[in-house]
C-alpha cells in the first residue's frame, strides 16, 4: 500500500499543482474581454493562450481523476458483482484496453512533440502566433502520468483478488452523490439524540 499510496499521491500533486491553470485561464479570457469590448483593441495572443491553458488542465488532470476514482465509468452491471469479481474485470480492462492506449499515446504523443519541437513549431491561428512545442508536450507527459496511476489502479485490483475487498483511496474531495456505505452513517445521524447507541 506505501506503492499505491506514493503514486496517489503523485498523481494528486500534479493534480493540483495544474489546477492554477484554471486562475491563469480565468485571469486570460477576463482581460481578454475587457480589451476586446471596453478598450476596442484586442490581444493577439488571448485565443493561443486560452485554449492551451485549457488543454493542459484537462489532460494533466487524467492521472488526478483516476487516483481518486473520479473517471466516468459504466458499472451498471459490475456494481452488482463481488468485489474479487469487479478486481478480475478491472484488471482485464486496464491490461486489454487501458495500457496499449496510453502506451500508444506515450509513444505517438513524444513523436509529436519531438518533431514540433526540431521544427520550432508556432501556432498559426493567430499572427507572430507563441511556440506550440511546449502545449505539444503535455501529450506524452500526461499519458506518462496516467501509466504510472495505472501501475498504482493494477495493484489495487490484485490486493482486491488477493483478500476479496477494495483496498483504500486518498480522501480529497467529497462526491456530490452520497455513496451507499454511507447511507448508514447518514440514518444513524438523523435519528433523535434518545434514540442513538452510545
Avoid at 469590448?37 to 494533466?60: H, K, Q, V
Avoid at 521544427?119 to 491561428?125: A, G, K, L, P, V
Avoid at 445521524?189 to 452510545?198: H, I, L, N, T, V
Amino acid at each position: 500500500m506505501r506503492f499505491v499510496f506514493f503514486i496517489d499521491h503523485l498523481s494528486t500533486w500534479v493534480g493540483k499543482a495544474f489546477a492554477w491553470a484554471i486562475l491563469l485561464l480565468t485571469f486570460v479570457v477576463s482581460y481578454e474581454v475587457f480589451m476586446r469590448y471596453a478598450l476596442g483593441a484586442p490581444t493577439t495572443w488571448a485565443y493561443d493562450t486560452s485554449y492551451m491553458l485549457y488543454g493542459t488542465l484537462f489532460m494533466m488532470s487524467g492521472a488526478y481523476a483516476l487516483a481518486h476514482n473520479a473517471h466516468v465509468r459504466a458499472d451498471v452491471v459490475s456494481r452488482y458483482f463481488s468485489p474479487r469479481w469487479q478486481a478480475g474485470v478491472e484488471l482485464a480492462l486496464y491490461l486489454l484496453f487501458f495500457y496499449p492506449g496510453i502506451l500508444a499515446l506515450v509513444w505517438s504523443g513524444w513523436d509529436f512533440f519531438s518533431v514540433s519541437f526540431r521544427q520550432d513549431e508556432h501556432s498559426s491561428f493567430t499572427p507572430g502566433g507563441p511556440p506550440i512545442w511546449p502545449y505539444k508536450f503535455v501529450i506524452p507527459a500526461c499519458a506518462t502520468f496516467l501509466a504510472i496511476q495505472g501501475m498504482a489502479e493494477v495493484t489495487r485490483c490484485f490486493l482486491c483478488l488477493r483478500h476479496g475487498k477494495w483496498p483504500l483511496r486518498l480522501e480529497d474531495v467529497e462526491e456530490i452523490d452520497i455513496p451507499v456505505n454511507k447511507e448508514a452513517e447518514i440514518k444513524t445521524a438523523q435519528q433523535e439524540p434518545g434514540d442513538k447507541q452510545p
